[in-house]
Nanobody
């Protein structure tokens, strides 16, 4: 599976962005998918995850109520809608996928086999 993340950019605090993760090379509808982020000088951290069906999701406490993960399996794409952005959301955002036709979402980065290249999100105060 090849993953291509896009949609990052510069936005003011309180603004919104929608990240996309386009997949190719496999039947994406059987892959659990997640978003992670890594701020400068910090370790990569979990942001959000969704199972293959799109019905089950999980979020980091820091983004609950502000971010929404969703997917369109017909388009082989997973989205991360980010609202009420804060300067502390500034990071490189990565999408990841793992073949999980029977299980739910995955929140641990070690549970993912495939990673996209990352897209920069910068939130100014």
């Amino acid at each position: 599976v090849q993953l291509q993340a896009s949609g990052g950019g510069l936005v003011q605090a309180g603004g919104s962005l929608r990240l996309s993760c386009a997949a190719s090379g496999a039947t994406f509808s059987r892959y659990a998918t997640g978003w992670f982020r890594q701020a400068l000088g910090k370790e990569r951290e979990f942001v959000a995850a969704v199972d293959w069906s799109g019905r089950n999701t999980n979020y980091a406490d820091s983004v609950k109520g502000r971010f929404t993960i969703s997917r369109d399996n017909a388009k082989n794409t997973v989205y991360l809608q980010m609202n009420s952005l804060k300067p502390e959301d500034t990071a490189i955002y990565y999408c990841a996928a793992d073949y999980r036709p029977l299980y739910g979402y995955v929140t641990n980065e070690n549970g993912y086999s495939y990673w996209g290249q990352g897209t920069q999100v910068t939130v100014s105060s």
